[in-house]
């Protein structure tokens, strides 16, 4: 996520705050930063602030790690295809936007040279020339 979007999702609780909402030990919340599973907001005096994101990325790693038995390198791993998951659902979106918008155009655009064509066509008929 960028920092931006975490920024306007309001990164707002304390390091003890966001443990005991999660039900770990802060050091935990710092071991997770190590790894680079988390990055929490800094302020201006460094210390760490948790969004509500943060907090959903915390359970996740939780449910990865205690219910599945996941270790941490596997949990970056999936946290890591799921980012790259959503990107791509993102680029595939896009695209087909862009392919609709395209198919949308060319349509118009075939109905506009089917009109020019059929003002120049010219049917034979026995007895003469008779245009459309």
Same mark, same amino acid.
């Given at each position: 996520?960028?920092?931006?979007? /975490?920024?306007? !999702?309001?990164?707002?609780? $304390?390091?003890? #705050?966001?443990?005991?909402? &999660?039900? =770990?030990?802060?050091?935990?919340?710092?071991?997770?930063?190590?790894?680079?599973?988390?990055?929490?907001?800094?302020?201006?005096?460094?210390?760490?602030?948790?969004?509500?994101?943060?907090?959903?990325?915390? /359970?996740?790693? !939780?449910?990865?790690?205690? $219910?599945?038995? #996941?270790?941490?390198?596997? &949990?970056? =791993?999936?946290?890591?295809?799921?980012?790259?998951?959503?990107?791509?659902?993102?680029?595939?979106?896009?695209?087909?936007?862009?392919?609709?918008?395209?198919?949308?155009?060319?349509?118009?655009?075939?109905? /506009?040279?089917?009109?020019?064509?059929?003002?120049?066509?010219?049917?034979?008929?026995?007895?003469?020339? =008779?245009?459309?």
């Amino acid at each position: 996520m960028a920092d931006n979007d /975490r920024k306007r !999702q309001g990164a707002v609780y $304390v390091i003890s #705050v966001a443990a005991e909402l &999660v039900g =770990m030990h802060p050091q935990t919340l710092r071991l997770y930063e190590r790894e680079g599973l988390l990055r929490p907001q800094r302020t201006g005096g460094q210390s760490r602030r948790y969004s509500d994101l943060d907090i959903a990325r915390l /359970r996740e790693i !939780q449910e990865l790690t205690q $219910v599945f038995g #996941v270790n941490l390198a596997g &949990v970056r =791993m999936i946290i890591e295809m799921r980012e790259r998951l959503s990107h791509l659902e993102d680029l595939v979106d896009e695209i087909e936007d862009k392919r609709a918008a395209l198919e949308t155009e060319m349509e118009q655009e075939i109905d /506009r040279i089917k009109r020019s064509y059929s003002r120049e066509i010219v049917r034979h008929r026995p007895g003469g020339l =008779m245009s459309i």
